[in-house]
Antibody, heavy 117, light 108 residues
Framework: EVQVVESGGDLVHPGGSLRLSCAAAGFTFSSYEMIWIRQAPGKGLEWVSY????????FYADSVKGRFTISRDNAKKSVFLQMNSLRAEDTAVYYC??????????WGQGTLVTVSS | EIVMTQSPATLSVSPGERATLSCRASQSVSSNLAWYQQKPGQPPRLLIFDASTRATGIPVRFSGSGSGTEFTLTISRLQSEDFALYYC??????????FGGGTKVEIK
């Protein structure tokens, strides 16, 4: 069974940092791109970042470029999102998703990041 | 950036009736379009990819159509568990991957 499980969400002050993790199971992890999506409270879905199966291709949304860093460890079947210089507008549930040709076929339950003083 | 526009924002439908949801792209996305369903407190679930292919385990009452800039998700006979939010997403021209604003299907 395919599973992706996020962790690391927390309450953080503006300007602070947080590292999200996503553990995958049930599929050949290195063969799949992984994508972070976020959803602010009561709002729609926003693409955040993409990493290819090998980790050699990475993209970011303009809203997080220069502040967030995506990475993966294929040996540990995990993907990470390092978030620095956090702002109030980064407050959201962050979903880790498995990408198949860029549609998102499996989603984790999400982890809540709250940026507030 | 391709802008995805969904209509209507809210659709009121009686159980057993048909629901038709629309998604429009600001430029052609070919057939590179997916539909997702989201229920309160849950993550989205993939329903349709490549505009018309049902994902694994998705009931046949869900169907997708369209190509280019105009797409439709049809739920043929609404069941109670189908009342939810629905999003479309294009993956033809990226980054960024972009989503529509969503359509809420509510009980009439």
């Amino acid at each position: 069974e395919v599973q992706v499980v996020e962790s690391g969400g927390d309450l953080v002050h503006p300007g602070g940092s947080l590292r999200l993790s996503c553990a995958a199971a049930g599929f050949t992890f290195s063969s799949y791109e992984m994508i972070w999506i976020r959803q602010a409270p009561g709002k729609g879905l926003e693409w955040v970042s993409y990493i290819s199966g090998t980790g050699t291709t990475i993209f970011y949304a303009d809203s997080v470029k220069g502040r967030f860093t995506i990475s993966r460890d294929n040996a540990k079947k995990s993907v990470f999102l390092q978030m620095n210089s956090l702002r109030a507008e980064d407050t959201a549930v962050y979903y880790c998703t498995r990408g198949t040709l860029r549609y998102l076929d499996y989603w984790g339950q999400g982890t809540l990041v709250t940026v507030s003083s | 950036e391709i802008v995805m526009t969904q209509s209507p924002a809210t659709l009121s439908v009686s159980p057993g009736e048909r629901a038709t949801l629309s998604c429009r792209a600001s430029q052609s996305v070919s057939s590179n379009l997916a539909w997702y369903q989201q229920k309160p407190g849950q993550p989205p679930r993939l329903l349709i990819f490549d505009a018309s292919t049902r994902a694994t385990g998705i009931p046949v009452r869900f169907s997708g159509s369209g190509s280019g800039t105009e797409f439709t998700l049809t739920i043929s006979r609404l069941q109670s568990e189908d009342f939810a939010l629905y999003y479309c997403q294009q993956y033809n021209d990226w980054p960024p991957l972009t989503f529509g604003g969503g359509t809420k299907v509510e009980i009439k």
